[in-house]
């Protein structure tokens, strides 16, 4: 599977280390998607794009202007990660963990111990004026596709990612990971078979978070939970819907699963115990959750889960509901409602 995106402007360098990072952060959201295609991690990779600036600060003096600034950003980044990834374990959705789905009636567990995948904020930046550059960096970031990148070594995925992403050549691959353009190929080869196996291949039919079909979908979406209007919730799925939620491994197919999952574990039980804000996660219409708080000094509602859906043709093919709460700051979401 090739996901791929067109080279964007390389910068130029500045003069001094001080000034080069002043002119560098242009690239800090490009690198964050980068870091988090690696690792799986928005809190890792917000740390390794600041480990990326420090290490290139400290190096500035010995960069010699054979690639752009942004290449050699980008290097960098790749080596912090790859040492970052030595010995610890890929970042998982329950649907990659090779247990079959799960009953609605089954007990739920939560495996806290498990180092899950998590969401990311939009990176696509403010800029319209090249709408492909945002379609690209959207889709590269894909929760589908970012999951089955942790099927492959980290080597495999920088391969893969500098590569079919950020579009490099094998040379400038080679040269990156101190390697033969030979080894490279072959790294790319095994990784993009193995991809193919694990991963959806490109799905150009899935709608985009500002499409006219995503924001009404999700309008009815948000509207149905907020009403807790389960009959209305099941018909916007498709009849092969995937419904995941971690830190639970279990994950369930099908809009009847789904509705009688939300009837039986669903904390709320009437009309307004759910309220939703809009956002986009991972290039894709998502909603942060607010649960109704239980104490009854006030009407307040709390973060509860993050949904981020894959909206297609026939209806919400897709939801992984994150209730890892500690990323609603990192979305600029309100901390109660």
């Not at 970012?146 to 579009?167: I, K, Y």
């Not at 899935?206 to 499409?211: R, Y």
């Not at 939801?319 to 700051?329: E, N």
Request: proline share 8%; charged share 25%; hydrophobic share 40%.
């Amino acid at each position: 599977m090739s996901v791929l995106a067109p080279r964007l402007g390389d910068g130029s360098s500045a003069d001094g280390p001080d000034a080069f990072l002043a002119d560098a952060q242009r690239y800090r959201r490009e690198l964050l998607a980068h870091c988090y295609r690696m690792t799986g991690s928005l809190h890792d990779a917000e740390d390794l794009v600041q480990e990326t600036y420090l290490r290139a600060w400290k190096a500035y003096d010995r960069f010699e202007g054979k690639s752009s600034i942004r290449t050699w950003l980008h290097r960098i980044a790749t080596n912090t990660c790859l040492t970052a990834l030595e010995g610890r374990q890929r970042r998982p959705l329950p649907t990659g963990l090779g247990a079959p789905a799960s009953e609605p009636a089954d007990e739920l567990h939560a495996r806290t111990e498990v180092p899950w995948l998590e969401p990311l904020p939009d990176v696509s930046g403010d800029d319209p004026a090249d709408p492909s550059v945002i379609v690209s960096s959207r889709e590269s970031v894909r929760l589908a596709f970012v999951a089955a990148l942790q099927h492959l070594s980290p080597r495999q995925r920088a391969v893969l990612v500098l590569r079919d992403v950020l579009q490099w050549k094998a040379a400038e691959v080679a040269t990156a990971l101190d390697t033969s353009t030979t080894a490279v190929n072959s790294l790319l080869q095994r990784a993009r078979a193995q991809l193919d196996e694990v991963g959806p291949s490109r799905d150009d039919t899935i709608a985009t978070p500002e499409s006219p079909e995503a924001k009404e979908l999700l309008d009815r979406y948000i509207a149905a939970f907020e009403a807790y209007d389960i009959n209305a919730l099941v018909q916007l799925f498709t009849a092969d819907a995937v419904w995941e939620m971690p830190p639970f491994d279990s994950w369930y197919v099908g809009p009847e699963a789904i509705g009688a999952l939300t009837r039986e574990k669903c904390p709320a039980e009437k009309a307004g115990d759910m309220k939703f804000v809009r956002t986009i996660a991972n290039g894709q219409p998502a909603a942060a959750m607010y649960m109704r708080s239980p104490r009854p000094d006030g009407d307040r509602h709390l973060p509860f889960q993050l949904h981020v859906l894959d909206i297609s043709p026939g209806g919400v093919s897709h939801v992984v509901a994150f209730l890892d709460t500690s990323v609603f700051p990192k979305f600029g979401l309100p901390a109660a409602l």
